[in-house]
């Protein structure tokens, strides 16, 4: 079965320093993985997503991901922290035929000013 | 392009009564989900989608949940009776298909969804 670990319920980090939001993932074969963001009363929205190309995976904002499957691990980073960027990010890894989609329990993110 | 619609955005209801919620996938769009977000928690799928054809209920109380797509484009979702545990955020995606003809992942996207409170 496919899940994922998100690491962190709370990251607070300060306006202009790095981010870095953990997540480690089970899978009996080859994952898709994704990092979604969700704002306040917004839908979700895809940051990323990694299907077995590059293992290094650029998104939109500036955030990235780099998939090890060495230590089974999908971290969400970015290299400074803007305002907008607070929010609730899932993990998430898809599973079976259909690619069903997995959420993991979410990490909120408070950036201070 | 339009995003995935969903209405109402907000209900309040009490135990017992029955609800629906509305969703209109991005156009052409042949796979729709439903998801349920209870606070503090991640989405689970409830039911898939293909047209008009579920692929996957597995996770749908029977009992209670039910949903349909009979035209293959908007979809339903209705409860009844409501349970108080069935206050959630209650989320509709759509992708073209669940994968690519070189088999990845297709995108899904979320509409903003229908916050159910039982009371």
């Known amino acids: 079965a496919q899940s994922v670990t998100q690491l962190d319920s709370h990251v607070s980090v300060s306006e202009g320093t790095p981010v870095l939001l953990r997540c480690n993932y089970s899978?009996?074969?080859?994952?898709?993985l994704f990092w979604y963001v969700q704002h306040p009363n917004k839908g979700l929205q895809l940051l990323l997503k990694?299907?077995?190309?590059?293992?290094l995976v650029k998104g939109i904002n500036g955030f990235e991901a780099e998939f090890k499957k060495s230590e089974t691990s999908f971290h969400l980073t970015k290299p400074s922290a803007h305002m907008s960027d607070a929010a609730e990010y899932f993990c998430?890894?898809?599973?079976?035929?259909?690619?069903?989609?997995?959420f993991g329990s979410g990490t909120q993110l408070t950036v201070l000013p | 392009e339009a995003g995935v619609a969903q209405s109402p955005r907000y209900k309040i209801i009490e135990k017992r009564q029955s609800v629906a919620f509305w969703c209109n996938p991005i156009s052409g769009h042949a796979t729709l989900y439903w998801y349920q977000q209870i606070l503090g928690q991640g989405p689970k799928l409830l039911i898939q989608f293909q047209n008009n054809g579920v692929v996957d209920d597995s996770q749908l109380p029977k009992d209670r949940f039910s949903a349909e797509r009979l035209k293959g484009v908007d979809s339903t979702l209705k409860i009844q009776p409501a349970k108080l545990e069935d206050s959630a955020v209650y989320l509709c995606?759509?992708?073209?298909?669940?994968?690519?003809?070189?088999?990845?992942?297709?995108?899904?996207?979320f509409g903003p969804g229908t916050r159910l409170l039982v009371l």
């Open positions: 899978s009996s074969y080859s994952p898709s």
């Open positions: 990694y299907t077995s190309a590059a293992t």
């Open positions: 995606a759509s992708s073209p298909h669940p994968r690519t003809l070189a088999g990845r992942q297709e995108t899904q996207y």
């Open positions: 998430v890894v898809s599973r079976g035929s259909a690619r069903q989609l997995t």
